[in-house]
């Protein structure tokens, strides 16, 4: 890795005289044509030729027009179409030497030793083959006359990089595998359409999902939607689940609940290896309670669609990973696949990961699961925690006993996914013995006593409800100190769950002030953050910054959309986010815009000035449509309006402008899969941390907390959820504009620019290290990652 005093930036990396290919290979994802748009724009940047290979491995066989060059305009207005535009295919032939052969003998004639391939781990499995077997394919192809020695001297070894586009999820190494997070968007729209009629008719539904070999859509879509019960191939339910499925769902409807929602994977089995159909569970269903049941099957729409905003900046993130590594490759390089950790993008040798995935199926083969589960990886073992805590409400007699009284309210704005946290908190907090209270209209309601007990079943069908059900209030508790403490005294308050925004963090310093004051105070308290702003310190994301994302870029679409057929045109759009620019940089990055600006990147009039003459001069060329984002609060004077105005003038006889305010739309909403099971996981984690905290801080009859690590905020820190006191982060925070100092999304908008065509400066000294794939983690030492 390089040291921190060698910086490394990408401009300083020539590809000149180099030249990649790019292919799509396998079973197609959404967000696929995000990272041929990044290959081909990154790689034209520092000089290479970059090729487009035409349905997949096919078209390298095939060769003729299938291989072909790429200009910076092939891949403009391909951002936000699903699927693959450069087609994608099996191909028998590849699986031959003979047919490998005529892949080398195509990509040599055309000087190409860089590889780009995106698919999942047949097609990468195949390239690394190709890449072994390159030299002596290119000594059968001279004694052959195909190609000349001096040919096969020059291009005498070949550079492989993958990236995962599944929407399985079923590559181990990574996180989050390209597509995967558009399919949970397909599977919850899917979900939140049924629950509506499910509820009309009292009806139970199962729903089929993808993953043939993987659980893992069918997880984190069943812990999205809070169903009723799951059935994934690695953890096939224990025997006697028939009778066990039928209690669980009869029970529910004794609770009034009016419907049952039951997921199942399309490789779901039993303990004997044996399949579990979605038929099969109708019929049982039908049989064993007489209730009104249907299945729905989802198939082939779960790839459909547009990419979701998570899939474009992981794609786009991705492509620039894969041409940096491309550039640093050498012949002793092992062909790698730049992947996914937390929040930070790595490389890790492809056959590593390989191994790892074909071991997991070896071990479900042998009816190894537990073993299955932990080779899937820290994010797929922790979701299923996460799921077995919340799914299977245990009898009273079976919970801990514990005398303590946990509040949970939120404060500041709403933002989607905090019921989805309010729900998990609860609930977390029931299976650990405690009562949970619930405060209705933040510090406010607090004060005024708007406080009652919350049971289980109080939170049911939350997950997929937007905003906030508790009610939330931006008001500070300092002016309300004396009443709060009064009402936790009241109602013995032994710790505090505070889920919001600025306001929620601003309201932890304040408590933590009083504290010598007031001795209600001395309580455990943790924070989770949840504001679309995404401006909280010590988190890299809030609950409902991704809703807010993807409620920007499906706007911005339509509006680009709405111009199709017109003359030349650009949009000026004004996002929210405070002083903070999380959304309109990376919302930027995802919908494909020209510029955004920030109030964290000062601009002047002549910044202004040369992006309107780029966008003249891009405008003058094929491309039709241009669209530049404003933070509201990005600069007092350049304004929306002004910005508009200027752009209007400037681009006379060339384009004309329109402006949209977004507003609060981007607040609004039912919350995205990734914020659903973003906050039930973390929410769940601080309630768990939360019962820690009661037991060390318990004596002599009562709990007393006034140490600086009994008041946290629980956030995502690059690769792991980690407490941190909320004193420590004082120092992190400018308080005069509400966000953090340092902002890790800020290494983004170079990539932005790049990608819109400006010559800028990109740090990527943090990119380069070759990691290795880490094996059988011990439950305890994984940390949640979004999902």
């Known amino acids: 890795m390089a040291q921190p005093d060698q910086k490394k930036f990408f401009e300083n990396l020539s590809g000149a005289g180099k030249a990649i290919a790019v292919l799509t290979s396998g079973g197609d994802a959404q967000g696929m044509n995000a990272a041929v748009r990044a290959v081909v724009r990154v790689g034209i940047y520092i000089g290479a030729k970059v090729y487009f290979i035409h349905e997949g491995y096919q078209g390298l066989v095939d060769g003729g027009e299938n291989i072909e060059e790429a200009k910076w305009e092939s891949v403009s207005s391909m951002l936000q179409v699903g699927g693959t535009v450069i087609g994608s295919a099996r191909c028998k032939e590849f699986r031959t030497h003979e047919g490998r052969r005529a892949a080398a003998q195509n990509l040599v004639l055309r000087g190409i030793t860089n590889l780009c391939v995106i698919g999942g781990d047949g097609s990468l499995t195949g390239a690394n083959l190709f890449r072994e077997e390159w030299s002596g394919l290119l000594d059968e192809l001279v004694q052959q006359g195909k190609i000349d020695r001096e040919s096969a001297e020059k291009y005498s070894h070949l550079n492989i990089v993958g990236m995962v586009g599944s929407i399985d999820n079923d590559f181990c190494g990574t996180d989050m595998t390209i597509g995967t997070d558009s399919a949970l968007h397909r599977i919850i729209e899917v979900v939140d359409a049924i629950v509506t009629t499910a509820q009309s008719h009292q009806r139970t539904f199962v729903l089929e999902v993808m993953g043939r070999h993987c659980g893992y859509l069918a997880l984190v879509s069943a812990l999205a939607c809070g169903a009723d019960w799951m059935f994934i191939p690695e953890m096939p339910p224990a025997d006697g689940w028939e009778e066990q499925m039928c209690t669980k769902l009869s029970e529910n409807r004794a609770r009034k609940k009016r419907l049952n929602i039951i997921i199942v994977s399309e490789g779901a089995i039993d303990t004997s290896n044996k399949p579990i159909t979605s038929e099969h569970i109708k019929n049982l269903v039908v049989k064993c309670l007489g209730f009104d049941t249907r299945v729905t099957i989802l198939g082939h729409v779960q790839r459909g669609g547009t990419p979701s905003a998570f899939d474009r900046i992981l794609a786009s993130r991705m492509g620039v990973e894969a041409v940096l590594a491309l550039l640093e490759a050498s012949a002793d390089t092992p062909a790698c696949v730049v992947s996914l950790c937390g929040n930070q993008a790595v490389r890790l040798p492809l056959m590593e990961c390989v191994q790892m995935t074909q071991e997991v199926q070896k071990a479900m083969d042998e009816r190894r699961f537990e073993e299955a589960v932990r080779l899937r990886g820290r994010s797929f073992e922790n979701n299923l925690n996460t799921y077995k805590l919340l799914a299977h409400r245990k009898p009273q007699s079976e919970l801990p006993i514990s005398s303590f009284n946990v509040a949970v309210l939120n404060v500041g704005a709403p933002a989607a996914g905090m019921n989805a946290a309010v729900r998990s908190a609860v609930r977390v907090g029931i299976t650990e013995g405690h009562k949970i209270f619930a405060v209705n209209d933040g510090f406010e309601g607090f004060a005024k006593g708007q406080i009652k007990e919350i049971k289980w079943g109080d939170v049911g069908g939350w997950t997929g409800q937007g905003g906030s059900l508790l009610g939330t209030k931006r008001t500070l508790p300092a002016k309300h100190l004396e009443k709060i403490a009064e009402q936790m005294k009241a109602n013995k308050i032994n710790a505090l769950l505070v889920i919001g925004g600025f306001e929620a963090y601003l309201g932890l310093v304040e408590l933590l002030a009083a504290r010598g004051k007031y001795d209600e105070f001395c309580v455990p308290i943790v924070m989770v953050p949840a504001t679309v702003s995404n401006n909280v310190p010590g988190s890299d994301f809030s609950i409902g910054a991704d809703t807010a994302l993807n409620a920007i870029t499906d706007t911005c679409d339509r509006i680009k959309q709405s111009a199709s057929g017109t003359k030349r045109r650009v949009f000026i759009i004004e996002t929210m986010g405070g002083y903070c620019g999380y959304l309109a940089s990376v919302g930027g990055l995802a919908a494909g815009a ?132 909320v004193v420590d982060l004082k120092n992190e925070t400018d308080f005069v504009h509400r966000i953090p100092k340092e902002q890790w999304w800020l290494k983004l908008r170079p990539l932005m620019k790049i990608l819109a065509k400006y010559k800028t400066s990109l740090d990527v000294s943090e990119s380069g290290q070759l990691e290795h794939v880490v094996r059988h983690r011990r439950p305890e030492e994984s940390e949640g990652v979004p999902a």
């Open 594 to 725: 020209d510029a955004a600006y920030i109030f964290e990147e000062p601009f002047d009039i002549r910044d202004l000035q040369s992006n309107v003459e780029h966008l003249t001069a891009k405008m003058k060329t094929s491309i039709q449509r241009g669209l530049v984002l404003r933070n509201e609060n990005s600069n007092e004077n350049y304004t929306t309006d002004f910005i508009y105005q200027l752009y209007s003038e400037e681009g006379k006889g060339v384009f004309d402008c329109r402006k949209n305010v977004l507003g609060h739309m981007q607040q609004g909403g039912a919350p995205s899969p990734f914020d659903r099971n973003f906050g039930t996981k973390i929410a769940a984690k601080a309630m768990l941390w939360i019962s820690r905290k009661l037991k060390e801080t318990y004596r002599k009859g009562r709990v007393f907390a006034n140490t600086d690590d009994t008041a946290c905020l629980l956030g995502m820190r690059r690769r792991a959820l980690v407490f941190q006191p």
